[in-house]
């Protein structure tokens, strides 16, 4: 059985708010093309669908009519868990008439497990799946004590039993997965992961992890990773998309699983080409080099994020003409020589426009502010004066 692992894909995610509806087309299109490609068949989604609990209808529009084309409208089976970000009931609203077409929607977690007929595949598939397991969604409090480690110590026990619970009736005779959506100990994070249980108490640890499995799917880290130590292959598939400027220059990808009954889990990476990469800009030698860079047409196609040396902040007028001959380039972040100046006098011998240079000067490593932006200043300086003595 060969069988497609993908995982945290945040419909809905925008990036200094602009949206990414586009890229996850993309991204939708090119899952399709691998299923048929390497003839997978089953899909197995480890959580989060979309960034939010209230996603935007054109997200949940994309969701639907991609996965009846990932189904192939019914031939392939495909099995979805809520993640930390996903709205479970919301999700989870269309199961009935989504598993008539043999699309399988877990949001809350359940102590059954799904087992699902695979046409070609003489063994039915067997899955553990376990939405992300809170507190709240598990209708349950793990310990009273306010202490890290062992509300720590509870989760991951819960989380332990569940899964005992969950695979207790798999046999050799099926293939036998576990998914989750979920912190493991020792997992590689980046900062595109916004949960606060992220290196909290809410973590599981790797041997915890069940072993009457072939292969454990997970979902909620944002690069792609195996986890050591775990009973049986257990592995994050990553992200489709990067989502901070953190996953810069990290290839993402799919995991093509292929497993016979009995047998350890053979994985391999697919490489995604969907989705703008994120690329940090270091332009250490002033505009000049920035306009030297759109003029080759450095990194079109990607999502910017510029460091540029300069003397003096760049004119409104000056950024106005960057990002319009470049629409991808999200932030310019001046980067000034260090300010040298001596201790800045007393503020009672100090004049308001002065104390505003200076402070400027201070927020900015040493740029001075010109004139237009400081008579906005003393005009709003002004106008609180004026109000305050009416």
Known sequence: MRLLHTADWHIGR??????????HEDFFEELVEICNEENIDAVLMAGDVFDSVNPPAKGEELFYESMARLSDYGKRPVIIISGNHDHPER???????????RIYIQGYPTMEPLRISIDGCKEPLAVAGLPYPSESRLKESFTESNDELQLREAYDEKVTDIFNILTESFTDKEIRIAMSHLFVAGGSSTESERPIEVGGAYTVRATQLPANVQYTALGHLHRPQDIKNAPARARYSGSPLAFSFSEAGYAKS?????????????????????????????????LA???????EKKDNLAWIELDIHVDDTPSMNEIHKIKKAYPHLLT??????????????????????????QFYQRQTGGATPDQELTRLFLDIVNEEEEGGSS
Do not use: C, M
């Not at 925008?14 to 890229?23: K, M, N, S, V």
């Not at 999700?91 to 598993?99: G, N, P, S």
């Not at 980067?335 to 104390?355: G, W, Y």
């Open 14 to 23: 925008t990036i200094e708010g602009r949206d990414r509806l586009e890229e």
């Open 91 to 101: 999700l989870a609203a269309a199961r009935t008439v989504l598993k008539k077409h």
């Open 254 to 286: 799919v995991s093509v699983v292929d497993i016979k009954a009995g047998k350890v889990a053979d994985v391999k990476d697919v490489y995604l080409r969907s989705g703008r990469p994120l690329v940090r800009w270091k332009a250490t030698e002033g």
């Open 289 to 295: 080099q920035v306009h030297s860079w759109i003029d």
């Open 332 to 357: 310019i972040r001046p980067i000034f020589p260090e300010n040298q100046s001596e201790t800045l006098p007393e503020r009672k011998h100090v004049a308001i426009d002065e104390l505003f240079n």
